[in-house]
């Protein structure tokens, strides 16, 4: 079956921009995360959403982050006023509930410049 | 101490032999652990998951997890040119019901021809 898709595979913006990350995941899947990938390191925990809800957002780094899961499948990443700092790649991924494994999507890598 | 700690390597291991790669975790971390393989450029893959003491095979892997030393570890076997990757171990860490997953920097596994 389909697996987890990212929209899109790159954007590159101007610092100050505001961009937006999209995920779908896989069919059924209840739980979503975000995670934030830098080069030469593994993946840390942005935000969690079970259903539409966000459960956990303790990993966004400050408020110009934000994502929203309307409809309990598509979920949206925005960033507000992006600095270069922000430039990794923004990986999603996705579990039947909270607590099984967890399959990524892609990535989105975003560029600042 | 790290939640989750990995020699970033690189490893380098000839073709046909058998892969060891190690990873060690803090108390902070739930006892759900799971190995990831990342090609260069593209987003982690899982290919197992542990929960109990002691060992588990699938295929040329073997996962190993030693809750009383506080490690875990992905043997290879027969290794291939193509298992040139790196590998994130993750420990669950349960935030409100629900598992985030902490990833290790990552080893990155070389298998000479």
């Known amino acids: 079956g389909a697996g987890v898709s990212q929209t899109p595979s790159n954007k590159v913006t101007e610092k100050g921009k505001y961009v937006e990350l999209r995920c779908d995941p896989i069919?059924?899947?209840?739980?979503l995360y975000w995670y934030r990938q830098s080069l030469g390191q593994g993946p840390e925990f942005l935000i969690y959403?079970?259903?539409?809800?966000?459960?956990?957002d303790s990993g966004l780094p400050n408020d110009r982050f934000f994502a929203v899961r309307p409809e309990g499948s598509v979920s949206t990443l925005k960033i507000q006023r992006t600095e270069r700092g922000d430039s990794a790649v923004y990986l999603c991924?996705?579990?039947?509930?909270?607590?099984?494994?967890?399959?990524f999507g892609p990535g989105t890598r975003l560029t600042v410049l | 101490q790290k939640e989750v700690e990995q020699n970033s390597g690189p490893l380098s291991v000839p073709e046909g032999a058998i892969a060891s790669l190690n990873c060690t975790y803090s108390d902070r971390v739930s006892q759900s652990f799971f190995w990831y393989r990342q090609y260069s450029g593209k987003s982690p893959e899982l290919i197992m998951s542990i929960y109990s003491n002691g060992d588990k095979e699938d295929g040329r892997f073997t996962a190993q997890l030693n809750k009383a030393s506080q490690y875990v570890s992905l043997l290879i076997r027969d290794s291939q040119p193509s298992d040139s990757a790196t590998y994130l171990c993750?420990?669950?860490?349960?935030?409100?019901?629900?598992?985030?997953?902490?990833f290790g920097q990552g080893t990155r596994l070389t298998i000479n021809p």
């Open positions: 069919s059924g899947h209840t739980a």
């Open positions: 993750a420990a669950a860490l349960i935030i409100q019901g629900a598992q985030k997953l902490v």
């Open positions: 991924a996705s579990s039947l509930s909270g607590h099984n494994e967890q399959f």
């Open positions: 959403f079970q259903g539409t809800g966000a459960a956990d």
